[in-house]
Each structure stands twice: as C-alpha cells, then as structure tokens.
C-alpha cells in the first residue's frame, strides 16, 4: 500500500524560508513522477513542481527562481525547499505520485498525501 507523508510545514515570515520532505512507503521510488501541489482556501489546488523518473523537474512560473524540488531517491523521500517566501505561498502542499514515468505537469497523480500547511505572514 502506497503512503505519502508531508512534514516540514509551518509559519514563516515574508522571505524566509521552509523545506517539506514527503517520505514514501509502498512504492518504486524514482519510477514515476513526483510532484508537490498546494491549494490555498477558496482556490483551486495547483500543481507547484514536479520531477520526472529522470531527475528533470519543472516549476510552475509563481515559483521558478524560489523553490526547488529535488529527492533522495535512497530513502524514498521528496523534498521542497521554499525560499524567499510570499504571503501568497500560503497553501496546504501535497505530495503527490503518479504511475507515469514522464510529462509530470500532465500526468493524473494517483497517491497523495494528506498535506502539510505553510503559512507566510507579511
């Protein structure tokens, strides 16, 4: 059974920085694509990064230059680092994996996790 578990969230002031990890239980790690989505109250979830079974990772525009996706595939772990962060970051991240191995930005993400809360105040 496939498990995806967020941790790493929490406040952070306008221009700090937070790094989410989401460790991985149940699955061939580095096989498929992983990506980390946010949804802020009242909008519609959106997909933040994602990285593909190659390593190559993709970055929605609000957050190119600020955040990095990157992974351990030895222990099956994802990871976010968010720096210079915006009030307009604020959003509960997810995890999440799917069963395609390339087109991350595409790709419908079968396992998710239950999210992680990132709060930036101004």
């Known amino acids: 059974q496939v498990q995806l578990t967020e941790s790493g969230g929490g406040p952070a002031e306008t221009g700090g920085s937070l790094r989410l990890s989401c460790a991985t239980v149940?699955?061939?790690?580095?096989?498929?694509?992983m990506a980390w989505f946010r949804q802020a109250p009242g909008k519609e979830r959106e997909g933040v990064a994602f990285?593909?079974?190659?390593?190559?990772?993709r970055y929605v525009d609000s957050v190119k230059g600020r955040f990095t996706i990157s992974e351990d595939t030895a222990k099956k772990t994802l990871y976010l680092q968010m720096n210079n962060l915006k009030p307009e970051d604020t959003a509960r991240y997810y995890c999440?994996?799917?069963?395609?191995?390339?087109?991350?930005?595409?790709?419908?993400?079968?396992?998710w996790g239950r999210g992680t809360q990132v709060t930036v105040s101004s």
């Open positions: 999440a994996a799917a069963d395609a191995p390339f087109r991350c930005a595409t790709v419908t993400y079968k396992f």
């Open positions: 990285i593909d079974s190659s390593g190559n990772t």
């Open positions: 149940g699955m061939h790690y580095g096989d498929f694509c």
